[in-house]
């Protein structure tokens, strides 16, 4: 059935006949708004993020459901890199009238998913048509204790600075299939379903560990340089020491500038953080806790928000930073 059969209010009730309503949903799908609580004592986090077909994603190589997960994970990952707790969710889709139902319930069935994974519920959106390509308006809303939100901004000298994973794999994985050669299927599932680390994020700031944190998005470079020019230091990172998976290793091997990938290819989703290096030993044991892998790639120096990178040789060299840019890298 295609949806200008359907028609938008059918749509938006086959939408809400899926949707069980969580912890503090006082009113959900159904009203002009949604009438939602939050813990005593917690303040409100809210994260918003459109993603365009052909621009964000390419439906010739996306599944439906596939794209429904990360819609709704690239926006718990924000939450996440605040140290806070992912609670409700809003979806707004556009899309052209022969778009099949099938497709879109595809999508929803990949977005509930990944919400209920993280008891997360579909509280409202919106509906409409596209005269064009897939429009995907995200927004979570989720809470952490009253000042233990993690800002970009508090990194200090002396700080280790740590990542959880391993990088480049979703740009490998978009990098191979834009030249026609299919990824491998570890690969293609960091690039299609990217785990929100909701929990290493909640945890580093229940127990105050880190300082300051973003989740990577835009490529390693680009984002620690956010937080190097939040907080007005300097940063050095070692080549040597950024995480790698072996399938990653193996497409270096035989192309080393594929390495530029760890550095700048963004879309893994990761935890970038400082934390003093006193507390190192309660972030190992986090690690081992929660099976993750958490690597410290360099320090916090002195400064005015330059990065700089160590390589193996030993030489430092300043980053040029290149990560996704709307405007002006993409």
């Known amino acids: 059935m295609k949806l200008q059969d359907l028609g938008e209010f059918k749509l938006i009730d086959r939408i809400r006949r899926q949707v069980v309503d969580g912890a503090g949903v ?16 917690h303040h409100l986090l809210t994260s918003t993020d459109l993603l ?18 990360k819609a709704v994970a690239v926006n718990l990952s924000d939450i996440a890199a605040m140290g806070g707790t992912p609670r409700y969710l ?15 319930n595809a999508f929803l069935k990949g977005a509930l998913s990944e919400a209920a994974r993280y008891n997360v519920t579909l509280v409202g959106g919106d509906t409409c048509r596209s005269p064009g390509p ?18 970009r901004d508090g990194a200090q000298p002396g700080d280790l600075i740590m990542v ?45 560990l880190a300082r300051s944190m973003i989740d990577i998005s835009d490529g390693l470079a680009n984002d ?9 230091v300097d940063g050095q990172i070692e080549e040597g020491k950024l995480p ?10 035989t192309q080393p500038d594929l390495l530029g990938l760890a550095l700048n290819g963004g879309e893994d989703y990761e935890l970038l953080f400082t934390v003093a290096p006193e507390k190192a030993a309660e972030v190992a044991a986090l690690c081992i806790k929660l099976s993750l892998p958490i690597t410290a790639i360099g320090m ?20 040029l930073v290149r990560g996704y840019d709307h405007f002006c890298r993409s």
């Open 164 to 208: 959880s994973g391993t990088l480049g794999d979703s740009a490998l994985a978009l990098h191979l299939l834009r030249n026609g050669i299919e990824p491998e299927p570890e690969l293609l599932a960091r690039h299609h379903q990217p785990t929100a680390q909701v929990e290493l994020g909640r945890l580093l700031g229940e127990q105050r």
């Open 224 to 232: 620690l340089e956010h937080i190097l020019q939040a907080s007005q």
């Open 300 to 319: 916090i120096q002195a400064g005015s928000g330059i990065l700089s990178l160590l390589d193996k040789s030993g030489a430092a060299r300043p980053v």
């Open 52 to 69: 365009i077909e052909d621009v964000h994603f390419c439906l010739a190589w996306t599944d439906c459901e596939s794209l429904g997960h």
């Open 134 to 151: 897939w429009m995907i308006s995200v927004t979570v809303e989720g809470s952490a204790p009253a000042h233990q939100a993690i800002g």
């Open 90 to 104: 809003y979806l707004g889709l556009a899309c052209p009238k022969e778009t099949d139902w099938d497709d879109i």
């Open 244 to 253: 790698l998976s072996e399938c990653f290793r193996k497409h270096a091997d």
């Open 26 to 41: 006082h009113r959900g799908i159904g009203d002009d708004a949604a009438v939602l609580s939050l813990p005593d004592g």
